[in-house]
């Protein structure tokens, strides 16, 4: 990679770590970004476009990771039983060990930076998407999994657990362990082909 390549990645890393930190602080804000990365406004712009624009890509990155997680965890997996626990797990530790990742992306759920950005998201999400509808297919196929649309079947498998996250990220009593040994089961009877 070029010098000036390199640096311009390196200076986009330090303005998305700042974005999150800044986050995590409460002062989700240009000025706490600039003052944190050590980097102009003008280069935040070259960068992103605008501020909205560097707030989608945090949300971009965090949700990739999260979803890298769950893919990798998933296509380990060899029954449809096991692949459910390990989209449970991975999400559960991606939560409790990236909060602040984690509850950027739940705090984004509603922004109001995500629609313009929404075509780049979703590209992001399609290829990290399509792999587990590839694990997904043939267990579907084989009848073990109920066949519903794919949002549905997103919405069994990660739903309870983006809703449990959310909650653990505010109230942080919630026992996510006595979750990750509970919710696998109850999810894969919402999902098995009974």
């Not at 406004?41 to 949700?63: N, P, Q, T, V, W």
């Not at 780049?120 to 579907?140: E, F, G, N, S």
Request: glycine fraction near 6%; proline fraction near 5%; hydrophobic fraction near 50%.
């Amino acid at each position: 990679m070029p010098v000036k390549q390199r640096r311009g990645e390196e200076t986009k890393q330090r303005l998305l770590d700042a974005a999150l930190a800044a986050h995590e602080a409460g002062d989700f804000t240009v000025q706490a970004v600039t003052a944190t990365s050590g980097v102009s406004l003008g280069s935040l712009y070259h960068h992103f476009g605008s501020f909205d624009g560097l707030a989608a890509a945090l949300y971009s990155r965090c949700m990739a990771d999260l979803l890298d997680r769950i893919v990798a965890a998933l296509v380990r997996t060899r029954t449809t039983r096991s692949g459910v626990r390990a989209v449970v797990t991975a999400y559960l530790d991606f939560v409790a060990g990236q909060p602040a990742k984690a509850r950027f992306i739940h705090a984004s759920a509603y922004a109001g930076y995500l629609p313009a950005h929404a075509e780049t998201i979703a590209d992001m999400k399609r290829q990290r998407m399509a792999r587990m509808a590839a694990w997904l297919a043939p267990h579907v196929a084989a009848g073990s999994i109920v066949d519903l649309p794919d949002p549905l079947t997103e919405m069994l498998l990660i739903g309870p657990v983006a809703e449990l996250s959310r909650r653990w990220l505010n109230d942080p009593a919630i026992d996510l362990a006595a979750a990750a040994k509970h919710l696998p089961d109850r999810i894969w009877a919402s999902l098995r082909n009974h």
